[in-house]
């Protein structure tokens, strides 16, 4: 089955600063990848589609210049949370379709816990 | 009006019991309906889909959809404490531009008493 992989796990930074995760199809090419984002004792909500070689697409109210997103190669997308703030903080966890479902089926990773300070 | 519509709970069973978890929906063009279980602070876990309505079992799993009540449901057969988590309901539309955009409940919190 198809494997997501996050990096890193935990970040506690403080506010002002630029925080990067890494989310990496460990068994397969994922040429679209998803993020969304879950805050305490909430749901998860997408975020962004992550496309391997173009720009990606943002939901309603998403700031593309707060969350930049980079999708470098066929396994690998980054979120970057520029200028991190208190309201920030929040689980980050990627996703990808799941291989042979033919479907909206996601995958997802381990997540990563941002806390800023 | 949330477009799915989930009881957090939390629920507390008994280990053995049988689990009765369920979603409600309003959108009429979701194909799709997953289930995930969520441990804390991890990310989710596919545990079932099914496309359209039907039944599917998979082990203890057996997931129900009716898509004229817009009304799915996870039965958790044979409960043990290793079950306990959050258990997510999500579903989306077939493709297109909904394509890996899928609409969560807000999760219901089961725990399994030994």
């Known amino acids: 089955g198809a494997v997501v992989s996050q990096h890193p796990s935990r970040v506690i930074c403080k506010s002002g600063t630029s925080v990067k995760i890494e989310c990496r199809s460990l068994?397969?090419?994922?040429?679209?990848m998803f993020w969304y984002r879950q805050f305490p004792k909430q749901s998860l909500m997408l975020m962004a589609t992550?496309?391997?070689?173009?720009?990606?697409?943002?939901e309603q109210g998403v700031e593309k210049d707060k969350f930049l997103i980079n999708h470098a190669s066929l396994t690998l997308s980054t979120l970057t949370v520029t200028s991190a703030h208190p309201e920030d903080s929040s689980f980050y966890i990627c996703?990808?379709?799941?291989?042979?479902?033919?479907?909206?089926?996601?995958?997802f990773g381990a997540g990563s816990r941002l806390t800023v300070l | 009006q949330k477009e799915v519509e989930q009881d957090p709970g939390p629920l507390s069973v008994p280990e053995g019991a049988i689990v009765s978890l369920n979603c409600t929906y309003s959108n009429s063009a979701f194909q799709y309906f997953m289930w995930y279980r969520q441990y804390s602070r991890k990310g989710p876990e596919l545990l079932m889909y099914?496309?359209?309505?039907g039944n599917k079992e998979d082990g203890r799993f057996t997931a129900q959809v009716d898509k004229s009540s817009k009304y799915i449901s996870l039965f958790i057969r044979d409960s043990q404490p290793s079950d306990s988590a959050t258990y997510l309901c999500?579903?989306?539309?077939?493709?297109?531009?909904?394509?890996?955009?899928?609409?969560f409940g807000q999760g219901t919190i089961l725990t399994v008493h030994p």
């Open positions: 099914t496309y359209s309505s």
């Open positions: 068994d397969f090419q994922a040429t679209t």
């Open positions: 996703s990808a379709r799941l291989q042979g479902s033919g479907a909206n089926v996601l995958t």
């Open positions: 999500a579903m989306s539309n077939a493709g297109g531009t909904s394509y890996g955009k899928l609409t």
């Open positions: 992550s496309n391997e070689g173009s720009k990606a697409t943002y």
